[in-house]
């Protein structure tokens, strides 16, 4: 892992030395992807069902979903959602839902009430390349809320062509 | 000491979170507030501070008591969600405080064995090393502690924090714990 982001390095720092002119400009507006984080895919139900809403909903979580380097916004992206909330532990089916991205590579989804768990208040969001045919990286995300009473929770991904 | 221990377990006991916990799940955050209510009865209890002829009797029953509940507590947390708690034993965990209760977990389990192997030991090394790996025990288990958001209240927390604290400490230095390691 970190030889291979060592060799990464080497060869964009050896590219940007060969070809100032030609790389300098796109990294300039390059947009880095976002890394899957520690915990993120934790109880993940893999293919969790798309859905209008979890359960009775009460709190929103929203996002969006863009491609790495020129930031385009990507539309019909699945998104997968899960979290212990006031109507279910992680592991519960009832838990999980997915969503879809609109043409601005906005999604947002109602859910339950997320409350502390295992120490935080934290959501999980996927984003399961095996479920989606739109050729990106698989990213597992776990943001924490500012606080347990905040009512919505707003998440952006950056995803990586495969 | 009444009030440093009852206030807390009261505040996890009627906590609002534990309407959405599976009672597996209350009982594992329970025992972890047992422990840390055991640490502040331990070193008090060795001191001679508490009442009752055999401190150091108690003591022994207590520290099995406290391996007990560390015991209820990650087995309770690993039926709720067995990633998150892998994630914790093998130091890989995004939450800050995990890796401190395994550290104080192991050094408490540490502790408790080396008082079960006390007479094949050189009483001069036995305290200083029990006493080390207690200090971890108390470090680890605060800062776990402080870190969380539980069911414990925030101003009850850090006051059984403080006296836990402050009794391992004002013990330890009576006792000289380190003593016997500066005698040639």
Redesign the interface.
């Known amino acids: 892992m970190i030889s291979l982001r060592r060799r990464t390095v080497l060869a964009t720092g050896a590219a940007a030395l060969a070809a100032p002119a030609l790389i300098l400009p796109a990294r300039a507006e390059g947009l880095a992807p976002t890394p899957t984080?520690?915990?993120?895919?934790?109880?993940c139900r893999p293919g969790a069902p798309l859905v209008d809403r979890i359960g009775g909903g009460g709190f929103l979580m929203t996002g969006s979903v863009r491609r790495a380097g020129d930031g385009a916004p990507l539309p019909g992206r699945r998104i997968q959602i899960w979290a212990?909330?006031?109507?279910g532990?992680?592991?519960d089916a009832r838990s999980h839902g997915a969503t879809l991205t609109d043409a601005e590579g906005h999604f947002a989804l109602d859910m339950p009430q997320i409350?502390?768990?295992?120490?935080?208040?934290h959501g999980h969001l996927a984003y399961d390349a095996d479920y989606d045919d739109g050729g990106f990286r698989t990213v597992f995300l776990?943001p924490i809320m500012g606080s347990?009473r905040d009512r919505t929770l707003d998440v952006a991904f950056v995803l990586e062509p495969a | 000491m009444g009030l440093a221990l009852g206030v807390p377990l009261a505040a996890s006991s009627s906590s609002p979170?534990l309407?959405?916990?599976?009672p597996v799940?209350i009982v594992a955050g329970f025992a972890g507030v047992v422990a840390l209510g055991l640490l502040l009865v331990q070193p008090l209890l060795v001191g001679g501070h508490l009442p009752g002829p055999r401190g150091r009797v108690a003591h022994r029953w207590v520290g099995a008591g406290l391996v007990a509940a560390i015991v209820v507590h990650v087995a309770g947390?690993w039926i709720?969600?067995p990633?998150?708690v892998i994630?914790a034993l093998t130091f890989?965990?995004?939450?800050p405080?995990?890796g401190w209760g395994v550290v104080a977990m192991w050094a408490a389990f540490g502790a408790a064995g080396l008082a079960a192997i006390r007479r094949r030991m050189r009483p001069r090394l036995w305290r200083p090393a029990h006493s080390a790996l207690v200090a971890v025990v108390v470090i680890g288990t605060v800062v776990h502690a402080l870190?969380?958001?539980?069911t414990m209240g925030t101003v009850s927390k850090a006051v059984l924090c403080a006296c836990v604290l402050a009794a391992a400490g004002a013990v330890m230095s009576r006792l000289r714990a380190w003593a016997p390691l500066l005698r040639r």
């Not at chain 1, 409350?115 to 208040?121: E, I, T, Y």
């Not at chain 2, 870190?147 to 539980?150: C, P």
């Open positions: 984080m520690r915990g993120g895919a934790n109880n212990h909330t006031t109507e532990h992680e592991r409350v502390p768990a295992f120490g935080q208040p776990r347990a | 979170l309407a959405w916990r599976e799940y947390l709720t969600s990633p998150d994630d890989t965990s995004p939450t405080f995990s870190l969380i958001q539980g």
